[in-house]
């Protein structure tokens, strides 16, 4: 068989955004039923397949590190997704396949790796690169995007995608744990919304282990940074002793400085609290059935609080944000402005 033609892994062979490969005695990748990570780890099985293709001469070789690479990108390793995503996406060597290299350089992407979003950007975008024939390929435009801007450093971009992958839209898979560790990463880089999601992610144990202490410092980061709601949800949690002594006074104090920016859930959760210094209920399960007495009697107000009470979880933890919905648009129907203000600050519920 005659010598494949020579095969970069990126934007060129100088490119400097992704490693050289290693050169190992004995990596060399004899075929394609050799293409197995044979229960190494994702990146330990990468390092073998750049091993194996510094010494690769012919497309015999070139399809066994191909195989190599789409094990370790299936164990999660970004960078075996996004050499693997151009080794088919290219075609030497191997039956160019544009579906199954796209998809891999969004997974690269997906992972951080910023070189694969902008390749996967620039094969979008190519009218003859075959592009247009893969169901979605504008929104996975929009996707990559984000994800280039999140790698690259841009807090509000990360908020965004994490926003995508929580509710699975624009072609992202809905993946509560990938959207927390992009919240994260946002959260990082000072976002005050990645903050605030983030923290919602660890008090109710959305794609992360449930860690309240964690997640009432997280929230305490978003009140500081400026997000209002970030300081209505440290004040949940000061109201009921979740991951914080339990305060009520903080409470209180928190709740207006929400409200005081005209957040709905801070002033809610003021004029509750309020309420029950009055002598409603306070503790559950009695405060969810007598806010539903009075909003079934068409009580606006009380509406309203069932709405804050589902979003928050009645239990404190199995919040139903379609309950919330529901319980805050016939509030608003009643005439309460702050449940009527509720879809604003709550759109991608």
């Known amino acids: 068989?005659?010598?494949?033609?020579?095969?970069?892994?990126?934007?060129?062979?100088?490119?400097?955004?992704?490693?050289?490969?290693?050169?190992?005695?004995?990596?060399?990748?004899a075929g394609a039923d050799e293409a197995t990570c044979a229960g190494s780890s994702g990146a330990e099985c990468t390092e073998r397949a750049l091993a194996a293709w510094s010494e690769a001469v012919d497309a015999r070789?070139?399809?066994?590190?191909?195989?190599?690479?789409?094990?370790?990108?299936?164990?999660?390793?970004?960078?075996a997704?996004?050499?693997?995503?151009?080794?088919?996406?290219?075609?030497?060597g191997l039956v160019r396949d544009v579906a199954r290299g796209l998809g891999m350089l969004v997974r690269a992407c997906?992972?951080?790796?910023?070189?694969?979003?902008?390749?996967?950007?620039r094969w979008i975008d190519d009218p003859h690169g075959g592009s247009a024939d893969v169901p979605g390929a504008q929104s996975l435009r929009v996707r990559m995007d984000l994800d280039l801007g999140c790698a690259s450093g841009q807090g509000d971009a990360c908020y965004n995608a994490g926003l995508l992958f929580y509710n699975g839209r624009d072609g992202a898979?809905?993946?509560?744990?990938?959207?927390?560790?992009?919240?994260?990463?946002?959260?990082?880089?000072?976002?005050?919304?990645?903050?605030n999601n983030l923290g919602d992610a660890l008090a109710y144990g959305q794609g992360l282990k449930r860690d309240l202490p964690r997640a009432a410092a997280v929230y305490e980061k978003a009140?500081?940074?400026?997000?209002?709601?970030?300081?209505?949800?440290?004040?949940?949690?000061?109201?009921?002793?979740?991951?914080?002594?339990?305060?009520?006074?903080?409470?209180?104090?928190?709740?207006?400085?929400?409200?005081?920016?005209?957040?709905p859930y801070g002033c809610l959760h003021a004029e509750m609290l309020a309420a029950e210094d009055a002598g409603a209920p306070r503790e559950p399960p009695a405060v969810v059935s007598y806010w539903v007495r009075r909003c079934a009697a068409r009580e606006a107000r009380a509406c309203a609080f069932?709405?804050?009470?589902?979003?928050?979880?009645?239990?404190?933890?199995?919040?139903?944000?379609?309950?919330s919905l529901q319980a805050m648009t016939r509030a608003c129907e009643l005439g309460n402005g702050h449940a009527c203000e509720w879809p604003k600050a709550h759109p991608d519920e």
């Open 173 to 195: 898979p809905r993946d509560r744990a990938r959207s927390s560790r992009v919240y994260e990463r946002g959260c990082d880089l000072g976002d005050p919304r990645a903050c």
């Open 81 to 92: 997704c996004g050499f693997a995503g151009r080794l088919w996406l290219d075609g030497h």
């Open 61 to 79: 070789g070139l399809e066994c590190i191909a195989g190599l690479l789409a094990d370790a990108c299936a164990l999660d390793d970004a960078r």
């Open 110 to 121: 997906d992972g951080g790796v910023a070189v694969a979003c902008t390749a996967a950007i």
């Open 1 to 29: 068989m005659a010598p494949a033609a020579p095969t970069c892994p990126s934007e060129g062979c100088g490119a400097s955004a992704w490693p050289s490969p290693p050169r190992e005695s004995g990596a060399a990748c």
């Open 306 to 323: 069932v709405g804050i009470l589902y979003e928050d979880g009645p239990d404190g933890f199995a919040r139903d944000e379609a309950k």
């Open 223 to 263: 009140c500081h940074l400026g997000e209002a709601l970030g300081c209505g949800n440290l004040g949940y949690s000061a109201e009921h002793g979740a991951g914080v002594p339990r305060d009520l006074e903080r409470a209180r104090a928190l709740y207006r400085a929400a409200c005081a920016t005209r957040d």
